[in-house]
T-cell receptor
Framework: GESVGLHLPTLSVQEGDNSIINCAYS??????FIWYKQESGKGPQFIID?????DKRQGQRVTVLLNKTVKHLSLQIAATQPGDSAVYFC????????????FGTGTRLLVSP | EAGVVQSPRYKIIEKKQPVAFWCNPI?????LYWYRQNLGQGPELLIR????????DSQLPKDRFSAERLKGVDSTLKIQPAELGDSAVYLC????????????FGPGTRLTVL
């Protein structure tokens, strides 16, 4: 399939390692944040979300951390697997009363067996 | 449950030609979005529909782009005439309605303008 991006920041890890992907967002008024995973030739797939009144949320093998002071979001993936290889995007909701997502620059995660 | 369906998956046209993309959202989803994704970047919103109404088209280049969602279900995005800079992946997404429920994306249509 086609590549989502050729010059994205890249994080290379070994299978079984923990991965941390970082994102800086722009709007201090954003109240909702989402991490998406995008595999080659596919649309973005929801991973996990977090509201601005929280600073941490855990899912299955994934954790999202939100630091509103410095407008920073991170995605932690535990025990990274080859199937986790993809481009990861954070998105912030800039809408009030409706959802209008603004996507950040993606990070390519490469997991070696 | 079927996901968001888009067609065609790939389209190659010459500049100045028209092109149209079709999207069938998840059944029951009232909100529909069209995004454009350039290589190496995140998706950028073009237009948002609530049922059949285009409630946010501020980022749609209206001189050449148009969209419709006549019955509040399927949607079509059209470019006429296409320019070289329109080469991108066009993504459709849908969500049930208001609130914090997530957007579900289709696989996209990759457009190449020669």
């Amino acid at each position: 399939g086609e590549s989502v991006g050729l010059h994205l920041p890249t994080l290379s890890v070994q299978e079984g390692d923990n991965s941390i992907i970082n994102c800086a967002y722009s709007n201090s008024a954003s109240d909702y944040f989402i991490w998406y995973k995008q595999e080659s030739g596919k649309g973005p797939q929801f991973i996990i979300d977090i509201r601005s009144n929280m600073d941490k949320r855990q899912g299955q093998r994934v954790t999202v951390l939100l630091n509103k002071t410095v407008k920073h979001l991170s995605l932690q993936i535990a025990a990274t697997q080859p199937g986790d290889s993809a481009v990861y995007f954070c998105a912030e909701n800039s809408g009030t009363g409706f959802q209008k997502l603004v996507f950040g620059t993606g990070t390519r995660l490469l997991v070696s067996p | 449950e079927a996901g968001v369906v888009q067609s065609p998956r790939y389209k190659i046209i010459e500049k100045k030609q028209p092109v149209a993309f079709w999207c069938n959202p998840i059944s029951g989803h009232n909100t529909l979005y069209w995004y454009r994704q350039n290589l190496g970047q995140g998706p950028e919103l073009l237009i948002r529909y609530e049922n059949e109404e285009a409630v946010d088209d501020s980022q749609l280049p209206k001189d050449r782009f148009s969209a419709e969602r006549l019955k509040g279900v399927d949607s079509t995005l059209k470019i006429q005439p296409a320019e070289l800079g329109d080469s991108a992946v066009y993504l459709c997404a849908s969500r049930p309605g208001t609130g914090r429920d997530t957007q579900y994306f289709g696989p996209g249509t990759r457009l190449t303008v020669l």
